[in-house]
């Protein structure tokens, strides 16, 4: 009985780190500052233009 308890025990901690990261990644916006940065990188390299996007 013990061996569930743990196993359990780590199930539970495992899915509230999970549930932690994606409730941080969604209220500071992180997915859309960081897809913003690459896509800036992108068009600097293919593109050569002189691209300002702000997200």
Known sequence: MKQ???VLWKILK???V???VLFV???WNLDQK???WVYT???RIHDRKNVDIKF
């Open 4 to 6: 569930v308890w743990k």
């Open 14 to 16: 495992v899915l509230f």
């Open 18 to 20: 999970v549930v932690f």
């Open 25 to 27: 990644v969604y209220f």
């Open 34 to 36: 960081v897809l913003g």
């Open 41 to 43: 990188q992108v068009n």
